[in-house]
């Protein structure tokens, strides 16, 4: 039988081993703290207990910012799975007894994935787990991914066309790029366009920083094709507007379209290469069952759309969605 001497040292060993992880994914003891509703002195008293017991420096310290040493990194790896599988143990028995009726989901998204892709899913969950805490948080990608690392969020949705080593990126469904005209435009109605077609008339496109703008731009020079930006505007909704009336063309991912604007449109897959929207989340993160449940519910909601094959592994920064306008 336990004596309450190792009981006590156990509690002892899970806060310092929690305060650690959440130090190593913020890079931040304030930080850490923050998350886990204790004082800085605290969590650098818990991180310190560490240090000693293992006789080894965690973190290398630079000012506010610290970093793991190789020694943490190690510590990290085998610690991370142990603190998320205690702090999600009571979810994961109720889902062993056959219950999904409580907790939370937090999910990342950019505003296109949350109008165009997540309503029906949405819908679907909150009707079959009503007990369950359901909160989308609208961010741009960069955001997103910074909400991820720091287990703010379970998961994220969007587009991602690179993906870093540190995440896991599955995509479910793929659109098309599209060409957008008013009705009366001289290339509605028909069944293909050329880029020498599109060049002489005004585009409406999002902001240039972002990559849809990138890529439009990048295309045209293949093709040794000028072209002409007559309106930046932020926000598929906002495009599709001006387009209506009569302001520009444009080009976009078609899941945008309902069926239900007063658009034109000619498909562009001879220039442009499909978007794919898929689960974004952290290498090695224990996924929750309601997690699990709503990634069950996303794969059913579109299993009948095909499904392109994954992008390429990259360091790169990463976007989705919003960062890049879908």
């Known amino acids: 039988m336990a004596s309450g001497s190792q009981i006590h040292y156990k509690q002892n060993r899970l806060k310092q081993l929690r305060a650690f992880c959440h130090a190593a994914r913020t890079g931040s003891v304030s930080a850490a703290a923050d998350k886990i509703f204790l004082s800085q002195p605290t969590v650098s008293l818990q991180i310190q207990a560490l240090e000693r017991e293992f006789d080894t420096v965690l ?12 020694e943490g990194q190690l510590l990290f790896e085998m610690a991370a799975p142990l603190v998320e599988g205690m702090d999600r143990l009571h979810d994961a028995f109720a889902v062993q007894c056959g219950r999904v009726d409580q907790g939370a989901l937090n999910i990342a998204a950019g505003e296109s994935t949350i109008l165009y892709i997540l309503p029906e899913p949405v819908r679907s969950f909150v009707q079959q787990y009503p007990g369950i805490e359901l909160k989308l948080h609208n961010v741009t990608g960069r955001d997103g991914l910074a909400m991820l690392r720091s287990d703010e969020v379970d998961m994220a949705v969007g587009s991602m ?12 469904v793929t659109y098309s790029p599209t060409l957008i005209t008013p009705l009366d435009h001289p290339l509605a109605g028909r069944e293909s366009v050329t880029l020498a077609d599109i060049a002489p008339f005004e585009m409406i496109l999002p902001p240039r920083h972002l990559s849809t703008w ?57 220039y442009f290469p499909k978007r794919s929207y898929g689960i974004v989340q952290r290498r090695g993160k224990f996924l929750s069952p309601q997690t ?35």
């Open 214 to 270: 990138r890529m439009v731009d990048m295309v045209f020079k293949q093709h040794n094709l000028a072209y002409r930006v007559t309106l930046e505007a932020g926000g598929w909704e906002v495009i599709k507007k001006y387009v209506e009336l009569g302001m520009g063309i444009s080009i976009v991912t078609d899941v945008c379209l309902t069926g239900d604007e007063k658009l034109a449109r000619v498909p562009l897959n001879q």
């Open 292 to 326: 699990k449940v709503f990634m069950k519910i996303l794969d059913k909601a579109f299993a009948d759309r095909v499904v392109e094959p994954l992008p390429q592994q990259s360091g790169e920064h990463p976007v989705w969605d919003d960062a890049m306008l879908g």
């Open 59 to 70: 973190f290398e310290r630079r000012g506010p910012k610290i970093r793991l040493t190789p």
């Open 161 to 172: 066309l690179e993906v870093p080593d540190d995440i896991n990126y599955r995509p479910f």
